[in-house]
């Protein structure tokens, strides 16, 4: 895209609030955006060239809506825990490995996407924000789930394709979890703890592809309990 198309594309978004600027092979933020920094409701600059992103960040107060997919993060500015009104934030396919303690700010957080990056722990910013619906961790490199993933009060948790051999069973005491996906991972069947499968919320546990069978789950202490809830909500379904 030209510069004239860049500039129709700002001036169309300071009626929309909404500005794409994805496959545009940028590495910083351009000058125009300055001029949206009281109205952007929703920026894309997914498939770009980013090494950093700019502290000027926290000047979107009206952001709701983040991709930065697709680009070369590490990690994130501090002051994007500012961004006060963020609800959504797709970070898949950088190379983030921390993300900053800032994001524990976000409140109004619902979904957050950072699949295939370079997490070798899991990131605990994310415990207490009580309106996070999704957090989506797959393919990293994650080992382990610690006893803070009790905090979370995500609906769903995906942390498929990642290298995880132990789960710590607080995971059970995480209020609103419902479906946990843990496909593609270390897991001997020792750790799919009784307590998971008696006394948590999870009703769908999607386990294909770790170091046990379908025998050996369904022979698991809790697996019947287990089974009473995802039938429950299987029949709700239909």
């Known amino acids: 895209m030209g510069n004239s198309g860049l500039k129709q594309h700002f001036e169309t978004s300071k009626k929309t609030g909404v500005l794409t600027l994805s496959n545009e092979k940028l590495t910083e933020f351009p000058p125009q955006l300055k001029q949206l920094h009281g109205n952007l409701r929703s920026l894309d600059i ?25 680009n070369k993060l590490k990690t994130l500015p501090e002051t994007i825990g500012d961004v006060q009104k963020l ?92 479906t946990l996906r843990l496909e593609e991972n270390c897991l001997p069947i020792a750790e799919i703890h009784t307590e998971i499968l008696k006394n948590s919320e999870i009703s769908t546990l999607s386990l294909e592809g770790n170091l046990f069978d379908t025998k050996q789950f369904m022979e698991t202490d809790g697996y019947e309990d287990y089974m009473i809830r995802f039938t429950a909500v299987k029949k709700k379904m239909f």
Do not use: C
């Open 46 to 70: 997914s498939n770009n060239k980013f090494i950093i992103l700019p502290d000027e960040i926290k000047n979107f107060n009206q952001l709701k809506h983040f991709n930065f997919s697709n």
């Open 87 to 178: 609800e959504t934030l797709n970070g898949n396919s950088n190379v983030l490995f921390k993300l900053p303690k800032s994001l524990s700010n976000l409140r109004n957080l619902k979904q957050v996407s950072l699949s295939n990056n370079n997490f070798q722990e899991f990131p605990l910013v994310f415990g207490g924000l009580k309106h996070l619906d999704l957090l989506d961790l797959s393919q990293n490199k994650i080992t382990t789930i610690p006893d803070e993933v009790k905090l979370l009060y995500v609906i769903e948790l995906n942390v498929n394709q990642n290298q995880i051999s132990t789960i710590s069973k607080s995971i059970a005491s995480a209020p609103r979890l419902k």
